[in-house]
């Protein structure tokens, strides 16, 4: 659990320098951080050597305590994971693992197959409530498990991405010489830029700064302290080398406006659903293969860019709670489908998706009424269609479609009456041709109006030839049913003169 030597020789090094957490007064004997240790005798050499006691040899600087401390800082997060997973338990085997996943597929399939004979049954069976509900406590049982087994290997990618920290700590520490500076008490903060970071940090957290640009400075990490300012509102960080943002960022409770763009970002805090306030979010240019959910907490958003990076989804909620979102960029990715509930964006404006690996569009997106530019250019192979509800963007004025594999605007073309920019180039259109496209916009939509009036009148057309066979159907049925009953009625005036013959007083009279 600790981290290995070998594979993180400057991560170990500071973790076993770790100063050791108060103890607590109801456990007088327990140390989380540092398990109680025997005393020794100064003559005696210690049981458990250094971890690669030589790499202050190699790298003299991991002696000074201005550096250790700095380096302490920088891997709280490590501490922090380390310390709970010691209390949850070693991480389990991977055979085990598989076994929990497999019982917990089988379990899902037991139990939805008694559901189905449940709502099959108006009775409701005691054993098999008990059955249910020991299926239910093994599936909690095994969840656990797994998510065990997750947090374990999210600890080991954040062993290397401390790993890296450090080793540009230090990097930046022996080619400028250290540049450290006392915050405030109990924090120590390190810049391996220049001293002006750590001016411009201490000058905020004094004056309550609200707008701090720190962007093209090539900062590797951002301090832990940016998260008291509290006072912030607007924090440029672009263009930098900055690989994480510090989960402290949810103290900045007020902060309007966040620019990360142009970094090496892989992943974002789930903290960054604190910032209820948040209206601008600029993450472009990074390395985000996904967004967090929780960035739907961030409700106040009105702008998000997250163009140019590796995303292969959107949050499946995340149109749901940024009801007040009108600008989304997430160009050049390789975004698959849009989540159905981004229909539920009914305040957005923009929203472009050009340079993505799109496979078509959900019906929702009829519902984005304020809808202004659409951007769909360049999905190439992957989007062939478009659905009928574009029709109900009613408010369109611009509609990039190119180098895709459209064959047929929809029907509801036509209803896009403010819709002045059109792009459809690259695209094997069939409907409308090629000749109606060449003469621009107005034509397309004059041809794709005929074309959805001419369907109208075709389908009440059809509807009238339906009403007028199921009228004649049904007079046919109403003379059919009167001619039988016709004919009952006669067969039965006559069973009744046959019957009133038989009984013929007349015929009866004796000779």
């Known amino acids: 659990m600790d981290p290995n030597p070998k594979n993180f020789p400057i991560l170990s090094y500071v973790m076993t320098r770790l100063p050791t957490m108060k103890r607590p007064p109801t456990q007088p004997d327990f140390d989380i951080e540092q398990p109680p240790t025997t005393p020794r005798s100064p003559s005696k050499p210690m049981s458990n050597p250094e971890p690669y006691f030589e790499l202050t040899e190699r790298m003299p600087h991991l002696t000074d305590p201005h550096i250790l401390a700095s380096m302490h800082a920088a891997v709280a997060d490590v501490s922090q994971t380390r310390s709970l997973l010691k209390t949850l338990g070693d991480r389990p085997d991977h055979e085990a693992v598989d076994i929990a996943k497999a019982r917990l597929a089988e379990i899902d399939a037991m139990l939805s197959n008694q559901l189905d004979e449940i709502s099959l049954s108006d009775k409701v069976d005691p054993e098999e409530e008990k059955r249910k509900k020991a299926f239910e406590w093994e599936k909690q049982m095994h969840k656990t498990l797994i998510s065990l087994d997750q947090m374990h290997e999210s600890y080991d990618k954040l062993l290397c991405d401390a790993e890296k920290r450090l080793e540009k700590i230090y990097e930046s520490a022996k080619v400028g010489g250290r540049k450290v500076e006392k915050i405030d008490e109990g924090a120590v903060v390190m810049d391996d830029v220049n001293e002006e970071v750590v001016a411009i940090l201490a000058d905020a957290m004094s004056n309550g700064a609200q707008r701090i640009d720190l962007s093209e400075r090539r900062l590797p990490f951002l301090p832990e302290a940016f998260g008291k300012i509290r006072t912030l509102v607007c924090l440029n960080l672009s263009s930098n080398q900055l690989e994480v943002i510090p989960d402290s960022v949810a103290g900045l409770e007020n902060l309007e406006e966040l620019n990360v763009s142009s970094n090496i970002l892989e992943t974002l805090p789930d903290s960054i659903g604190c910032l209820l306030k948040l209206k601008i979010l600029d993450v472009s240019s990074n390395k985000l293969d996904s967004l967090p959910d929780t960035i739907a907490h961030c409700r106040s958003l009105v702008e998000l860019d997250a163009s140019f990076n590796k995303l292969t989804y959107l949050p499946t909620k995340i149109g749901h709670e940024l009801v007040k979102l009108k600008k989304l960029s997430i ?85 896009l009456d403010k819709l002045t920019k059109l792009n459809v180039d690259q695209n094997p259109l069939v409907i409308p041709p090629k000749e109606i496209v060449e003469e621009g916009i107005g034509a397309i939509k004059v041809y794709m109006a005929q074309r959805w009036f001419d369907m109208l009148v075709a389908q009440e057309e059809k509807n009238r030839r339906e009403q007028e066979a199921l009228a004649q159907a049904s007079w046919l049925s109403r003379s059919t049913t009167w001619l039988a009953g016709a004919v009952v009625g006669a067969a039965g005036t006559v069973s009744l003169l046959m019957a009133g013959e038989n009984d013929d007083p007349y015929l009866e009279e004796e000779r």
């Open 331 to 415: 160009a050049l990715n390789k975004v698959r489908n849009f989540p159905t509930s981004i229909g539920e964006m009914v305040s957005l404006e923009f929203l472009d998706a050009h340079f993505n690996e799109l496979r078509g569009l959900p019906n929702t997106i009829g519902k984005l009424s304020n809808l202004k530019v659409l951007n769909l250019g360049s999905n190439f192979s992957d989007l062939r269609e478009l659905p009928d509800t574009i029709g109900d963007l009613t408010n369109l004025k611009e509609l990039d479609v190119s180098n895709n594999q459209i064959q047929e605007l929809p029907m509801t073309f036509g209803r």
